[in-house]
């Protein structure tokens, strides 16, 4: 999630990275409300849902939607699946986050919904966490102090 590390960092740079982390975060946020409200499939996390509840686990074990956030908002760019220890998902570019789930054949809406929601929080929180270290980093450069 961060490039370089706090100490090669300026205050100027850690507070644009936080902006950055909170504007994933915000436009995840919304993708879990329309997960929430909306059906799974007039959702932009329908292809996640039919790779998800579909795909046979006897070959593959998890899926994952690669989410780039464009002008505040969550795009899914790509689904992938992993099969079993063989390969790992291929790198996307510009990918801002991504949406692991296991593949459970014949899962229901809801229990989508409950899961990538949850998967969808965590990632929020991590998002956010990484903002409030940023800023908080940022103030202690510019103070002064190292927090010690």
């Not at 090669?8 to 902006?19: H, K, N, Y």
């Not at 329908?46 to 998800?52: Q, Y």
């Not at 054949?105 to 991590?126: C, N, Q, V």
Request: hydrophobic letters at 35%; a negative charge.
């Amino acid at each position: 999630m961060t490039g370089a590390t706090d100490d090669e960092a300026d205050p100027d740079d850690l507070r644009e990275r936080a902006r950055e982390d909170e504007a994933i975060a915000d436009a995840l946020e919304e993708l879990v409300v329309e997960l929430r409200d909306d059906p799974v499939r007039e959702s932009r996390l329908e292809r996640l849902f039919d790779e998800a509840s579909t795909s046979n686990p006897n070959i593959w074990n998890t899926v994952t939607a690669f989410i780039d956030v464009e002008d505040g908002e969550a795009i899914v760019t790509e689904e992938s699946k992993l099969a079993q220890g063989s390969w790992a998902p291929e790198i996307v570019e510009d990918c801002d986050a991504m949406l692991t789930l296991d593949i459970e054949y014949g899962m229901m809406p809801d229990d989508f919904k409950y899961r990538a929601g949850k998967e969808l929080s965590r990632t929020i929180e991590a998002f956010r966490e990484e903002a409030a270290d940023a800023r908080e980093t940022a103030a202690e450069l510019e103070n002064g102090t190292d927090g010690a």
